[in-house]
């Protein structure tokens, strides 16, 4: 482009970007890319890591590298765990990311070279599992004569029919429940699981067969599911677990109790008695429970014979003899005892009855009364002695108060004046007041002549 008409960096980049689309070989999903996973970290929707050039004996400077992504809807389908440094081959298209300027590979499907995607997945679901300890529980054993027996299983006629020929044929009196179930898909699992709960839930099952045809690693790949096979260690009933050919492991066949190579086999398991032999058995162990009972009943008579011949049985009065003899003393020893528990009881009793009538109301009462007689006759001297002492200290202040009274001041002679009921002195009078002049033995009304006034 021209210098005066140059291109924005967002033209530019949708330059590169119709570049790529219009590419066949970057445009188009099934481009197919190998490497080593790196700068991965996993997030709970879409997936962002890299793959770099793994080539032997290149430098890490000359190794190249490209960013991916993977979405939430493509990554869903991959079955196993991805971690940095495993080689893996992915399938999709190259594009432009226009925010950043930046290419990247946009992944669709993603499988890890070599051992393939479900190996890598059931060796990593077998490592959580066996950390856990799932596959090391003690297994149950199996019925060798089962009552009734649950077959989870689908609906498949071949399967059905060979187990059911092998228990007929075996032992036709054990009960077949089967419980159909999807086998194949995405949700098999689920609904095995499901099945092996509902078995437990009835809890009238002597074994439990999880069955299933041959078939590829993708069809079996419902009976390594993390819900399967705890399902089946969780199951109070023993379990067979019959999937698949005999080269086949799952972890159905590693958490069950026991395993099987074919559901034929796993029929023949869960019979492991024929009724032929449970009837041969069952004559033998007759045979040898009338032969141990009849060998107790000649032991027991041997023993019955043995004790009538003895001393003790032939004369049986001799052994009551010592017995009745201490059943005498001890009826001594036992009125003498009763004797002395009695005295000591009359004893007892005395003092007792000493003791109560020291405290008897009537005594307490009596006592009572003496010092309540003898406080009444303290309290009447008392109050006698306080009395003609108040009375004495009485006169003595009458006394002291007639000898301070102002008519015995009046009675030796003296008088006073007043004017208007107050009383005046010399100070206050003019020539002509009048005055009433007081007496002890009376008062008398007076004219002021002079006034003679002294300091």
């Known amino acids: 482009m021209p210098k005066d008409n140059p291109l924005t960096i967002g033209q530019l980049t949708r330059y590169i970007s119709r570049k790529f689309d219009v590419d066949p070989y970057l445009s188009q999903r099934n481009l197919w890319v190998v490497g080593e996973l790196t700068d991965y970290r996993p997030s709970s929707r879409h997936q962002y890591f890299a793959i770099k050039d793994d080539t032997e004996g290149l430098a890490p400077k000359d190794q190249y590298k490209i960013k991916a992504v993977m979405f939430q809807s493509a990554f869903a389908k991959v079955p196993f765990k991805m971690e940095n440094g495993m080689k893996i081959l992915v399938r999709g298209r190259v594009a432009v990311y226009p925010n950043r300027g930046e290419y990247q590979l946009y992944v669709e499907q993603l499988e890890e070279v070599g051992t393939g995607s479900l190996q890598v997945a059931f060796q990593q679901m077998y490592k959580k599992l066996k950390a856990e300890g799932l596959f090391d529980l003690p297994k149950k054993p199996i019925p060798p004569f089962p009552r009734r027996v649950a077959i989870v299983t689908s609906n498949d006629a071949a399967v059905k029919h060979d187990m059911i020929t092998t228990f007929r044929r075996r032992n036709p009196l054990i009960q077949l429940i089967f419980y159909p179930t999807k ?70 066949d590693l958490a069950a109790d026991d395993r099987q190579a074919t559901p034929t086999a796993a029929a023949v ?12 058995e069952l004559k033998r162990s007759q045979l040898e429970l009338i032969n141990g009972i009849q060998a107790k009943l000649k032991l027991a008579n041997q023993t019955l014979r043995r004790l009538q011949e003895s001393y003790p049985l032939s004369q049986p009065q001799r052994l009551i003899e010592r017995p009745l003899q ?45 010092q309540l007689q003898h406080l009444v006759t303290n309290l009447k001297q008392s109050s006698q002695l306080v009395l003609q002492s108040q009375n004495q200290y009485f006169r003595n202040l009458v006394g002291r108060l007639d000898a301070l009274s102002p008519l015995k001041v009046l009675e030796r002679g003296y008088s006073y004046a007043t ?27 007076v004219t002021v002549d002079k006034v003679r006034k002294e300091d």
């Not at 499901?194 to 074994?207: E, H, L, P």
């Not at 009976?223 to 492991?249: L, Q, Y």
């Not at 020291?358 to 009572?368: E, G, M, Q």
């Open 183 to 252: 086998v194949q898909g995405d949700d098999a699992a689920p609904m095995i699981a499901s099945q092996i709960k509902r078995v437990n839930a009835s809890d009238n099952f002597d074994t439990l067969i999880v069955a299933r045809g041959g078939g590829s690693r993708g069809d079996l790949w419902p009976f390594n599911e993390e819900v399967v096979g705890r399902a089946i260690a969780a199951s109070k009933i023993p379990v067979i677990s019959s999937v698949g050919h005999e080269t086949d492991t799952t972890i159905a």
């Open 269 to 280: 398991k869960a019979s492991a008695w024929e009724l032929v032999e449970v009837r041969a």
């Open 326 to 370: 201490q059943v005498d003393d001890l009826k001594i020893r036992l009125i003498q005892l009763q004797g002395q528990q009695v005295q000591a009881k009359r004893e007892q009793f005395q003092q007792v009855d000493h003791r109560l009538q020291l405290l008897s109301p009537v005594n307490r009462v009596k006592r009572n009364q003496l």
């Open 419 to 445: 004017r208007d009921n107050q009383v005046i002195s010399a100070h206050q009078l003019q020539h002509g007041d009048e005055l009433n002049l007081h007496f002890y033995d009376g008062n008398a009304e």
